[in-house]
């Protein structure tokens, strides 16, 4: 199995094959949702031995970093810093202002540091659930899927080999 994890190459080839993957994806909308679940379950978890993430971060450097409220709560409170003052300074309304949700204002994240997250077991839920390839209802998530393609060298490769093994063909 050729796994890529060139980020470079990555990127690049996420603007080169842009036309490829709305294809892939309008393919893969007709196809039956339990059976690609079940295909890219399991090469995520074969795609998922050849990456190491803490020699990547790069989801942390590319991606809006979301908190829920609750999650600001915890992590003010273990980091022992003043939530008004840290959602003032470091934080920015989502796009259609919901009031639960908080967007980092840095990127890359102001929490990760030599390719790695310095608050752990306090990041908020969808850094943990990222790049979602464990869920169900693959096919009904492919645009976020064909935005993380050039991002996440998982995704990249799930994307790649599900393309091999359900022997599509471009043009
Ligand atoms: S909180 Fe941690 S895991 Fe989430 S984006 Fe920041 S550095 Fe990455
Ligand atoms: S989830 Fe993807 S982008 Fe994020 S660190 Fe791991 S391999 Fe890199």
Do not use: A
Not at 12 to 20: V, Y
Not at 150 to 167: A, T
């Amino acid at each position: 199995m050729k796994i890529e994890l060139d980020l470079n190459i990555i990127k690049r080839n996420g603007k080169i094959r842009e036309e490829e993957n709305f294809s892939f994806r309008s393919y893969l909308k007709w196809q039956d949702s339990d059976k690609i679940d079940k295909i890219v379950h399991d090469l995520y978890s074969k795609v998922l031995e050849h990456v190491d993430c803490t020699e990547c971060g790069n989801c942390c450097m590319e991606l809006e970093t979301c908190f829920q409220k609750e999650e600001i709560d915890r992590l003010t409170d273990e980091l022992k810093i003043d939530k008004e003052k840290f959602i003032k300074e470091s934080t920015k309304p989502g796009e259609y202002g919901e009031k639960d949700k908080f967007y980092l204002n840095s990127m890359p994240c102001q929490f990760l540091k030599d390719k790695k997250c310095t608050i752990y077991s306090l990041r908020p839920e969808e850094c943990n659930s990222y790049p979602y390839l464990h869920k169900d209802d693959f096919i009904f998530r492919l645009f976020g899927v064909i935005q993380n393609y050039e991002i996440c060298p998982i995704v990249y490769n799930v994307y790649e080999l599900l393309k091999r093994r359900l022997n599509f063909k471009y043009k």
